[in-house]
């Protein structure tokens, strides 16, 4: 044993001690860790907003530290100009986080959904893992996330099958909105630390998909479980938390990461754009169910409004997807584990909604190309869309509506920049699109 001179300890400044008694084992880690100190004013310079301006947007969000020494995040969304998105976050540093495993967060926001956002020293500056904060207006909430609920993103959009995160290479911290609500927003934020698994009861702990769990609701079921990875980050990308959190009852049946795997390659990615979110939706709500129920010989209705079948001739089966698990006791509701991803059947389009298909589609191609200093690219998708609805969409355009999109088309041919060519074709796809809204 090391002897201890305790003169020499008795002069020894407070901090220095905590040291000697840490190098001896007599003092344990902290397991709070503050990551961000809102009443040192030098934290302003920390900050940076990054808002979809960069993309040709105009939603317009700032910081400003409070009187209370709070940080405020706030501003206007717009979804003009393709945009929808503001945020904000520390600029790059390594803040030392090995060991931890989950985050504390209070904050006070305006009933709306934002995403806590961590940046890694390994990816890019587009990308972030990010979880969902659910806030409620006017009311303090203290938010605790473990780091393997965090998402990984790029440019917005769920990456399937991305490196789990790394609490040691976490460098930068932020708040995004983007829930494609146009008008203000306001989020306050007291407090963000990092902490151990013992320092908090409130973090969710693992269980096994077959537990059940009545304290807990659908949304902390299916992460708890650990096998419903690529589900949750589908309903976080549709925006459909907050509803299945609800009072309910409902009933879901959820596909494992394994059943999302069975789907043809790509088709999981094609659905996290944000472009295809309303099929996403289709998709999801296809999976629930008003009510709590156990499984029984019937159809039942979705919440997308077309219905499945549950048969119960040996084992149980809800359209053509097994039932894994039944029976999982939430407390708004109950889980089936399915083996299969539900389709909704495919629903036929009208002429109309088939050609406004077709524009939403160039629209959502060619802006991102625009934005992006390729306008000519722009330009031949708009150009191809707007010979498309003139050749294979006739039955949805009245004569002015042909009209406008022939008269674009020549008026490009002599416009040498490919801007003014853009833009030219894009104000015809918009009054057409416009046009086929109308009765």
Same mark, same amino acid.
């Given at each position: 044993?090391?002897?201890?001179?305790?003169?020499?300890?008795?002069?020894?400044?407070?901090?220095?001690?905590?040291?000697?008694?840490?190098?001896?084992?007599?003092?344990?880690?902290?397991?709070?860790?503050?990551?961000?100190?809102?009443?040192?004013?030098?934290?302003?310079?920390?900050?940076?907003?990054?808002?979809?301006?960069?993309?040709?947007?105009?939603?317009?969000?700032?910081?400003?530290?409070?009187?209370?020494?709070?940080? $405020?995040?706030?501003?206007?969304?717009?979804?003009?100009?393709?945009?929808?998105?503001?945020?904000?976050?520390?600029?790059?540093?390594?803040?030392?986080?090995?060991?931890?495993?989950?985050?504390?967060?209070?904050?006070?926001?305006?009933?709306?959904?934002?995403?806590?956002?961590?940046?890694?020293?390994?990816?890019?500056?587009?990308?972030?893992?990010?979880?969902?904060?659910?806030?409620?207006?006017?009311?303090?909430?203290?938010?605790?996330?473990?780091?393997?609920?965090?998402?990984?993103?790029?440019?917005?959009?769920?990456?399937?099958?991305?490196?789990?995160?790394?609490?040691?290479?976490?460098?930068?911290?932020?708040?995004?909105?983007?829930?494609?609500?146009?008008?203000?927003?306001?989020? $306050?934020?007291?407090?963000?630390?990092?902490?151990?698994?013992?320092?908090?009861?409130?973090?969710?702990?693992?269980?096994?998909?077959?537990?059940?769990? $009545?304290?807990?609701?659908?949304?902390?079921?299916?992460?708890?479980?650990?096998?419903?990875?690529?589900?949750?980050?589908?309903?976080?990308?549709?925006?459909?938390?907050?509803?299945?959190?609800?009072?309910?009852?409902?009933?879901?049946?959820?596909?494992?990461? $394994?059943?999302?795997?069975?789907?043809?390659?790509?088709?999981?990615?094609?659905?996290?754009?944000?472009?295809?979110?309303?099929?996403?939706?289709?998709?999801?709500?296809?999976?629930?169910?008003?009510?709590?129920?156990?499984?029984?010989?019937?159809?039942?209705?979705?919440?997308?409004?077309?219905?499945?079948?549950?048969?119960?001739?040996?084992?149980?089966?809800?359209?053509?997807?097994?039932?894994?698990?039944?029976?999982?006791?939430?407390?708004?509701?109950?889980?089936?584990?399915?083996?299969?991803?539900?389709?909704?059947?495919?629903?036929?389009?009208?002429?109309?909604?088939?050609?406004?298909?077709?524009?939403?589609?160039?629209?959502?191609?060619?802006?991102?190309?625009?934005?992006?200093?390729?306008?000519?690219?722009?330009?031949?998708?708009?150009?191809?869309?707007?010979?498309?609805?003139?050749?294979?969409?006739?039955?949805?355009?009245?004569?002015?509506?042909?009209?406008?999109?022939?008269?674009?088309?020549?008026?490009?041919?002599?416009?040498?920049?490919?801007?003014?060519?853009?833009?030219?074709?894009?104000?015809?796809?918009?009054?057409?699109?416009?046009?086929?809204?109308?009765?």
């Amino acid at each position: 044993m090391i002897p201890i001179n305790k003169d020499l300890i008795s002069k020894l400044p407070l901090y220095t001690l905590f040291c000697v008694f840490w190098s001896f084992g007599m003092a344990s880690e902290p397991i709070r860790k503050p990551l961000i100190d809102f009443s040192d004013e030098s934290v302003i310079d920390q900050l940076i907003s990054v808002n979809d301006n960069v993309m040709g947007g105009i939603s317009e969000g700032q910081f400003r530290i409070t009187d209370d020494k709070t940080l $405020e995040f706030s501003g206007s969304l717009s979804l003009e100009n393709n945009g929808g998105f503001a945020s904000i976050r520390t600029r790059a540093t390594d803040l030392n986080l090995d060991g931890y495993d989950n985050i504390g967060i209070r904050l006070k926001g305006d009933g709306r959904t934002y995403y806590f956002n961590l940046m890694t020293s390994s990816r890019s500056a587009a990308s972030s893992y990010r979880a969902p904060l659910n806030t409620q207006k006017d009311t303090w909430q203290d938010i605790h996330i473990h780091l393997n609920d965090f998402v990984y993103t790029s440019f917005g959009r769920i990456i399937v099958g991305a490196a789990p995160l790394k609490a040691k290479d976490i460098q930068s911290l932020g708040f995004t909105l983007s829930d494609k609500k146009s008008g203000p927003f306001q989020l $306050e934020i007291s407090e963000i630390i990092a902490q151990k698994q013992t320092d908090t009861n409130k973090t969710s702990v693992v269980r096994k998909s077959n537990e059940s769990d $009545e304290n807990m609701d659908i949304v902390d079921t299916a992460i708890s479980a650990g096998t419903f990875k690529t589900l949750v980050a589908a309903v976080q990308a549709a925006g459909l938390v907050n509803s299945l959190k609800g009072k309910g009852p409902l009933t879901v049946f959820a596909p494992s990461d $394994e059943a999302f795997s069975k789907l043809p390659e790509g088709t999981v990615e094609n659905l996290l754009k944000s472009e295809n979110r309303d099929k996403l939706i289709a998709v999801l709500s296809y999976h629930v169910v008003p009510g709590k129920i156990l499984l029984s010989d019937q159809s039942w209705e979705t919440l997308q409004g077309q219905s499945i079948k549950i048969k119960t001739p040996g084992s149980f089966q809800v359209n053509e997807a097994k039932v894994l698990k039944s029976d999982i006791l939430t407390s708004n509701g109950v889980i089936h584990v399915i083996d299969n991803v539900l389709l909704p059947p495919v629903k036929k389009l009208s002429p109309r909604q088939a050609a406004k298909e077709v524009i939403q589609l160039a629209i959502n191609r060619g802006v991102p190309l625009f934005n992006a200093g390729q306008p000519s690219a722009c330009a031949a998708i708009y150009e191809v869309a707007a010979h498309s609805l003139l050749k294979s969409h006739t039955d949805a355009l009245d004569e002015q509506d042909r009209s406008v999109l022939r008269d674009a088309l020549s008026k490009v041919q002599d416009k040498d920049d490919p801007r003014e060519q853009a833009w030219t074709l894009r104000r015809a796809l918009d009054v057409v699109n416009q046009s086929l809204d109308e009765d």
